[in-house]
Nanobody, 119 residues
């Protein structure tokens, strides 16, 4: 199993920046995919950005050029740098890990961190 702990959410004005952190309970080098999702009230959870163990990054269209996913392997931590924030970025942001244990694949989620962007 992998435990994930997010931090870094908060309240920011439009145009501002925040950096979210997600610390895993084990080496992220052994995790197939680390990702950030978000879910606003009344909406489905959506993928924001992902980072494979092979170093491939992927972003949802609405955040391209504004958000950057990165990782620090020595700290078992994945980051989401969010710049030029917009009110529509307001959501509960979740860290996600997809990893193999033997022949099976598993999904772990953090508890979420709230990001609120005011006008």
């Amino acid at each position: 199993q992998v435990q994930l702990v997010e931090s870094g959410g908060g309240l920011v004005r439009a145009g501002g920046s925040l950096t979210l952190s997600c610390q895993a309970s084990r080496s992220i080098l052994s995790i197939g995919i680390m990702a950030w999702y978000r879910q606003a009230p009344g909406k489905q959870r959506e993928l924001v950005a992902s980072f494979t163990s092979g170093g491939i990054k992927n972003y949802t269209e609405s955040v391209k050029g504004r958000f950057t996913i990165s990782r620090d392997n020595s700290k078992n931590t994945v980051y989401l740098q969010m710049n030029s924030l917009k009110p529509e970025d307001t959501s509960l942001y979740y860290c996600n890990a997809v990893f193999a244990d033997g022949s099976a694949w598993y999904n772990s989620w953090g508890q979420g961190t709230q990001v609120t962007v005011s006008e």
